[in-house]
């Protein structure tokens, strides 16, 4: 190709601000709204960023002053727990003093007392007195002779021969007295079992 073939070929190069001002003119100038819609999406997405970090910092506060108020809950629970604790046996003791009390008055009035009859009156008084207090607290007295042998209310000591068919398995003799308290065994009987 020579020379005047390629100017023939060749065009005149796009006046780029003809295109601007014709796209002013028409109103369609591409660069300007791309701009415009970009600066609002970004616009939009910062408030939605600002407002999730609020809500986070808020959920976040909501969180430690729980996690405070379930902190002091614990410690008060426990400190009431071992105040219980310490005063259930106060009030049990303070329960317990007037029958020592009495005790007292008993022996006392028992060293110049000849008769026995009146001092056995008198424990017996006493020891009525402080099986009414116990159950008045819960605690009862297990019945253990003659029933069938139970591992879970009775301790076992002896195991004798039964002297009928229709006694093997069963309590013949209590040693030591168990109870309950409130329906759970405080201390087991102290039995023995026929074989």
């Given at each position: ?110 060293e110049g007392e000849s008769d026995a ?79």
């Open positions: 190709m020579n020379e005047k073939e390629y100017k023939e070929t060749e065009q005149e190069p796009i006046d780029d601000r003809t295109l601007e001002e014709n796209a002013v003119i028409d109103g369609d100038y591409a660069g300007d709204s791309e701009d415009t819609q970009a600066e609002q999406e970004v616009n939009t997405l910062e408030n939605q960023l600002a407002d999730l970090q609020a809500q986070v910092e808020k959920e976040k506060k909501e969180y430690l002053f729980l996690a405070a108020e379930f902190d002091n809950y614990r410690k008060r629970t426990l400190k009431e727990k071992a105040e219980i604790i310490k005063n259930g046996g106060e009030n049990v003791l303070k329960g317990i003093l007037p029958i020592v009390d009495d005790f007292e008055r008993g022996l006392k009035a028992a009859k009146s001092v056995l009156e008198g424990m017996t008084l006493i020891y009525n007195k402080l099986v009414k207090y116990l159950e008045s607290m819960g605690v009862k007295e297990m019945t253990s002779t003659g029933e069938e042998f139970n591992s879970d209310l009775h301790e076992a000591i002896a195991q004798v021969p039964a002297p009928s068919e229709d006694m093997k398995g069963k309590v013949l003799d209590t040693v030591q007295k168990g109870y309950m308290l409130n329906d759970k065994v405080l201390r087991h009987a102290k039995v023995a079992v026929a074989q």
